[in-house]
């Protein structure tokens, strides 16, 4: 409650400072909100592909696609209103790479970039060291020049080169601006709906979108889950040796529910994902802006900005790249100078931390799980040993890197992605279920290395 | 803070994963299952609550009973009994 008061507190500061400042809380609440449900459900993406091949559970597999079938509802209304903040990745190779590192990360961490935030919240240190070492190593890899920039082809050089870009962001130098400019800025991105040519028509935005790139993947997902992973322990629990196609369907149901929390959790998820899009839609509207760095210069806020006037500010559930900025800005503070970027002084910025409206959704995720871990009793402050430390920060710090080179997480570049119709999403996760498998693998190999090393002691 | 897996009495065990997140303790669990004979109780200590999520899950496709679970400040104590 003591938490929940400091927020109100904080919220009605903010808006006695300038009434502009609601733009930002909407992140703060949203974040709260996130948090809360999050810590409800045990609701961590990391979970659901790890423990698919660790534990052979997939309560939180179909807790994900839950969530991505309300999320693509909601946010196919959002769409025809004409509020959705949107904007699709760009398709290729680097989702792949990016996203089975990010997933070999995520087993060694114990969470994904939002499950280390609501664990944060409920006292765990090690999801802490995570936080600092996904946000480091983000804003390190996006900024790194020197013996970086040999990993780059000489195509991606010339292409980089030839964008004319402003002089100060010495396109030339660091291998993520000439990954960023020669490669990215090359490739395409779109929605089903605008491939097809239908983007602006509802049939596009609901049968391309939301039906053919969200609700049919899962179900069929559902369906593989079911097979795979529950039929036999249901039709073992329900005592059926020749199910019929209405056991099956009650099979998929009962999966569905097993996890009441799961479920309640993907159901609030992914509806309030969907709403944070509308709302900051309206905002936007409102206050007749593109981006919160228009709002930030309007109310004299002026140091931190991209060249173009923006801050990072997507206008939907996000988590990676406000934990860059924050790793980015403190180097910032320490004369490394990293706004020569293409990701900082190009797009996203770098502005002080409290001024930084997605950085408090991440804020209020903690936070949220905090109210709830600590009304649930559930709340302990878990100290790091040497073991969990160095997990944390070598996971971290992969997590990083997987996912600047996928450009974003399983929240941005998954989640936000597949549910508002860009398949790039579907992609991601295919690549981070690669990298959990083999994360998996290498876990087992030294639990149990750690345990035959260990063996007289533990007996495992 | 190390991982503790003994035998108390005969046919029943302790698992204590206190200080681990996930995925430990549900791998560390189903491990120690793997050890027990069926009938066999294990009390299992843990303080990360997204794992219980998941043993439970674990529980009902393998079969084994969740008999007890005591919680509060933080830390769970459950019983499982191997089918």
Same mark, same amino acid.
């Given at each position: 409650?003591?938490?929940?008061?400091?927020?109100?507190?904080?919220?009605?500061?903010?808006?006695?400072?300038?009434?502009?400042?609601?733009?930002?809380?909407?992140?703060?609440?949203?974040?709260?909100?996130?948090?809360?449900?999050?810590?409800?459900?045990?609701?961590?993406?990391?979970?659901?592909?790890?423990?698919?091949?660790?534990?052979?559970?997939?309560?939180?597999?179909?807790?994900?696609?839950?969530?991505?079938?309300?999320?693509?509802?909601?946010?196919?209304?959002?769409?025809?209103?004409?509020?959705?903040?949107?904007?699709?990745?760009?398709?290729?190779?680097?989702? !792949? $790479?990016? @996203?089975?590192? &990010?997933?070999?990360? =995520? /087993?060694? %961490?114990?969470?994904?970039?939002?499950? #280390? +935030?609501?664990?944060?919240?409920?006292?765990?240190?090690?999801?802490?060291? !995570? $936080?600092? @070492?996904?946000? &480091?190593?983000?804003? =390190? /890899?996006? %900024?790194?020049?020197?013996?970086?920039? #040999? +990993?780059?082809?000489?195509?991606?050089?010339?292409?980089?080169?030839?964008?004319?870009?402003? @002089?100060?962001?010495?396109?030339?130098?660091?291998?993520?601006?000439?990954?960023?400019?020669?490669?990215?800025?090359?490739?395409?991105?779109?929605?089903?709906?605008?491939?097809?040519?239908?983007?602006?028509?509802?049939?596009?935005?609901?049968?391309?979108?939301?039906?053919?790139?969200?609700?049919?993947?899962?179900?069929?997902?559902?369906?593989?889950?079911?097979?795979?992973?529950?039929?036999?322990?249901?039709?073992?629990?329900?005592?059926?040796?020749?199910?019929?196609?209405?056991?099956?369907?009650?099979?998929?149901?009962?999966?569905?529910?097993?996890?009441?929390?799961?479920?309640?959790?993907?159901?609030?998820?992914?509806?309030?994902?969907?709403?944070?899009?509308?709302?900051?839609?309206?905002?936007?509207?409102?206050?007749?802006?593109?981006?919160?760095?228009?709002?930030?210069?309007?109310?004299?806020?002026?140091?931190?900005?991209?060249?173009?006037?923006?801050?990072?500010?997507?206008?939907?559930?996000?988590?990676?790249?406000?934990?860059?900025?924050?790793?980015?800005?403190?180097?910032?503070?320490?004369?490394?100078?990293?706004?020569?970027?293409?990701?900082?002084?190009?797009?996203?910025?770098?502005?002080?931390?409290?001024?930084?409206?997605?950085?408090?959704?991440?804020?209020?995720?903690?936070?949220?799980?905090?109210?709830?871990?600590?009304?649930?009793?559930?709340?302990?402050?878990?100290?790091?040993?040497?073991?969990?430390?160095?997990?944390?920060?070598?996971?971290?710090?992969?997590?990083?890197?997987?996912?600047?080179?996928?450009?974003?997480?399983?929240?941005?570049?998954?989640?936000?992605?597949?549910?508002?119709?860009?398949?790039?999403?579907?992609?991601?996760?295919?690549?981070?279920?690669?990298?959990?498998?083999?994360?998996?693998?290498?876990?087992?190999?030294?639990?149990?290395?750690?345990?035959?090393?260990?063996?007289?002691?533990?007996?495992? | 803070?190390?991982?503790?897996?003994?035998?108390?009495?005969?046919?029943?065990?302790?698992?204590?994963?206190?200080?681990?997140?996930?995925?430990?303790?549900?791998?560390?669990?189903?491990?120690?299952?793997?050890?027990?004979?069926?009938?066999?109780?294990?009390?299992?200590?843990?303080?990360?609550?997204?794992?219980?999520?998941?043993?439970?899950?674990?529980?009902?496709?393998?079969?084994?009973?969740?008999?007890?679970?005591?919680?509060?400040?933080?830390?769970?104590?459950?019983?499982?009994?191997?089918?």
């Amino acid at each position: 409650m003591g938490v929940f008061l400091l927020v109100v507190i904080g919220s009605v500061w903010a808006l006695a400072q300038d009434s502009r400042f609601l733009y930002l809380l909407v992140y703060v609440w949203f974040g709260l909100a996130y948090g809360v449900l999050l810590q409800y459900g045990r609701f961590c993406m990391a979970s659901a592909v790890r423990d698919l091949f660790a534990v052979k559970v997939p309560r939180m597999a179909v807790g994900m696609m839950i969530a991505v079938a309300l999320y693509a509802l909601v946010a196919t209304v959002v769409t025809l209103a004409g509020f959705s903040t949107f904007h699709p990745n760009a398709m290729g190779w680097h989702i !792949v $790479i990016g @996203a089975a590192i &990010f997933g070999f990360g =995520i /087993v060694f %961490t114990g969470g994904c970039a939002s499950g #280390s +935030l609501y664990k944060a919240g409920e006292g765990n240190m090690n999801s802490m060291l !995570v $936080i600092v @070492a996904i946000s &480091f190593s983000q804003a =390190i /890899v996006v %900024t790194a020049s020197g013996w970086w920039d #040999s +990993l780059v082809p000489q195509s991606w050089i010339d292409s980089a080169a030839a964008k004319d870009m402003p @002089a100060e962001l010495t396109v030339n130098e660091g291998w993520f601006d000439i990954f960023t400019a020669g490669y990215i800025w090359d490739l395409k991105g779109s929605t089903t709906a605008e491939a097809f040519g239908m983007a602006e028509t509802a049939t596009g935005i609901v049968l391309m979108n939301t039906m053919l790139t969200a609700i049919l993947p899962v179900a069929i997902i559902l369906v593989a889950l079911y097979v795979f992973y529950y039929r036999k322990g249901h039709l073992r629990r329900t005592g059926k040796t020749a199910p019929s196609l209405g056991d099956e369907i009650a099979g998929i149901w009962a999966m569905c529910i097993s996890s009441k929390n799961t479920a309640l959790a993907g159901i609030g998820l992914g509806i309030l994902a969907g709403l944070h899009m509308y709302v900051t839609g309206a905002l936007r509207e409102h206050y007749d802006i593109f981006n919160f760095g228009e709002l930030l210069v309007a109310m004299g806020y002026t140091n931190g900005l991209s060249i173009q006037d923006t801050v990072f500010d997507p206008g939907y559930w996000y988590i990676t790249t406000q934990e860059a900025q924050w790793g980015g800005w403190i180097m910032q503070q320490l004369g490394i100078n990293s706004m020569d970027s293409i990701f900082f002084g190009l797009d996203n910025g770098l502005p002080n931390p409290l001024l930084n409206a997605p950085g408090f959704m991440s804020i209020g995720i903690i936070l949220g799980a905090s109210v709830m871990a600590l009304a649930r009793r559930e709340f302990k402050w878990k100290l790091p040993s040497w073991e969990t430390a160095f997990f944390a920060i070598v996971g971290g710090t992969l997590m990083g890197i997987g996912a600047r080179l996928a450009m974003g997480c399983n929240i941005g570049a998954f989640f936000a992605t597949v549910t508002n119709g860009d398949p790039s999403g579907w992609v991601f996760l295919f690549g981070m279920v690669i990298g959990a498998y083999v994360g998996v693998k290498a876990f087992t190999w030294y639990m149990d290395w750690n345990d035959a090393r260990k063996g007289s002691e533990c007996g495992l | 803070m190390a991982m503790s897996f003994n035998k108390t009495a005969d046919g029943e065990w302790e698992l204590n994963v206190c200080g681990y997140a996930c995925p430990h303790p549900q791998m560390y669990t189903k491990k120690a299952l793997q050890k027990l004979e069926s009938g066999d109780v294990l009390s299992l200590v843990f303080d990360n609550p997204s794992s219980g999520e998941s043993i439970m899950a674990m529980c009902e496709a393998e079969g084994n009973d969740l008999i007890d679970r005591q919680e509060g400040s933080g830390s769970f104590t459950w019983k499982i009994r191997k089918a």
